[in-house]
């Protein structure tokens, strides 16, 4: 048990090594050169870990503003956190072990998987994986599984959404790079398809975002992280005046809180481009690496990779979908409570990563119309699933938390509506 602990604790759930190692092996298995093994597995992980450090400065930014959001406008409600659900049901209900296995579980569920059906995607990335399995225990417990029968149970479920939610994106995401030989692995999936839906609809014959055409004298802004500067400096100076000089010089200590706002706004660009650096370089290495697993383990596998591996495609789209997510999350906070629904708060982090890759999805199939409509439906949809799921976590013990990726909620609602009451018929 502390050996498996150890693999998944200290490796799996480490995304850049596991994926380097993934690297390692595919250039193995096509009986690369030594040197040629060892660089492509270090530059994999150098990829990925830029990739990461970008994420981590967009998501210090985001929480400043999350914070100064909160006290500007002077909401009161549930912030979805899955962080927080899975060290309660480790640390406070014991299945720390359960969820441990469940996430080994799914990842050789989704090889089998992969292995046997038409869905040839292996699921990559480790942090998904390990909310699904934090999902998929607390509510198959919940519906009387135990032992091995729980984490088969995960398993089997987790490896289902491993497989068939990249499957089912797969259309558009080739649209968006024009190459199969990547897929998405993010459980945030059934609300890019849904958005996608809304923006296919309403967006008919609309034209890209990324073919705005800008004045001469504003052609600066056809710059990525110039028109992404443009839209997010204002964004943070307006709302830390909302939240007031007091709030503002508690986050900024010697720092004027309004300049403060305008350098975080700056570190949020700052973030961007180091991500979309990392992404290249990513990209660069994993996907010939790969070519030994699809030809060995899974034949014709395509590496299903975190959601900003699609941002350089479509930079506009992710700052459009960001902005009209984030509204639509904002109408849905108001909306909810009238039919008896808890309020959730938006969260931003959730609003940049899921509504800017719903940007480049909405895009893809219905241009700057699609991403406008769609969008605001996506913040609203992502908003609802988890002030559904808020009541089956309160009588499980969880007070005013839920989950955030729609997937993870679909699978936790999926256990409550439908595993939970055919276990009841046979209890």
Not at 54 to 63: A, K, M, P, Q, T
Not at 216 to 233: E, N, P, Q, R
Request: with cysteine; aromatic share 12%; charged share 10%.
């Amino acid at each position: 048990m502390a050996v498996i602990d150890f693999i998944i604790n200290s490796i799996l759930t480490q995304a850049s090594i596991t994926i380097a190692l993934i690297a390692f092996a595919g250039l193995l298995l096509q009986r690369k050169p030594f040197g040629e093994v060892m660089s492509g597995s270090f530059k994999t992980m150098l990829g990925f870990l830029v990739l990461s450090a970008g994420s981590s400065i967009i998501v210090g930014s985001l929480l400043y503003f999350g914070d100064i959001f909160s006290e500007g406008f002077g909401m009161e409600g549930i912030v979805p956190s899955i962080e927080a659900i899975n060290g309660q049901a480790m640390n406070d209900l014991g299945l720390a072990n359960q969820i441990a296995l469940t996430f080994l579980a799914i990842f050789i569920f989704n090889i089998l998987l992969a292995r046997l059906t038409r869905w040839k995607y292996i699921f990559l990335t480790g942090q998904a994986l390990l909310w699904m399995a934090t999902m998929t225990t607390v509510f198959g417990s919940a519906a009387g599984f135990s032992g091995i029968g729980l984490i088969l149970a995960g398993g089997l479920v987790g490896g289902i959404f491993a497989v068939a939610m990249p499957a089912i994106a797969q259309p558009i995401v080739k649209k968006i790079t024009g190459t199969d030989d990547i897929a998405l692995g993010h459980f945030c999936t059934i609300g890019y398809m849904f958005a996608a839906g809304i923006a296919k609809i309403t967006g008919k014959n609309s034209d890209s975002t990324e073919n705005i055409k800008f004045p001469k004298g504003l052609g600066f802004l056809s710059d990525t992280y110039l028109s992404v500067a443009i839209v997010m400096v204002p964004l943070y100076v307006v709302t830390s005046i909302f939240a007031g000089a007091e709030f503002g010089t508690e986050l900024s200590g010697d720092v004027n809180y309004i300049v403060y706002a305008f350098l975080q706004a700056v570190q949020f660009v700052v973030g961007v481009y180091v991500l979309l650096s990392g992404v290249r370089l990513l990209l660069a290495e994993i996907v010939p690496a790969f070519r030994g697993i699809a030809l060995k383990v899974v034949p014709d596998a395509k590496p299903a990779l975190d959601c900003p591996v699609l941002f350089p495609y479509a930079p506009n789209a992710v700052t459009a979908g960001f902005i009209t997510t984030t509204i639509g999350t904002v109408i849905a906070m108001f909306v909810l409570p009238w039919f008896g629904l808890a309020m959730i708060l938006p969260g931003m982090l959730t609003n940049f990563f899921a509504g800017g890759t719903a940007g480049i999805f909405m895009n893809a199939v219905g241009g700057k119309r699609g991403v406008l409509i769609g969008g605001i439906a996506h913040g609203f949809f992502i908003t609802l699933l988890p002030a559904l799921l808020v009541p089956h976590f309160n009588s499980l013990g969880f007070v005013n938390t839920t989950a955030t990726d729609v997937d993870t909620v679909t699978a936790g609602l999926l256990f409550e509506w439908l595993i939970h009451p055919i276990m009841n018929l046979f209890a």
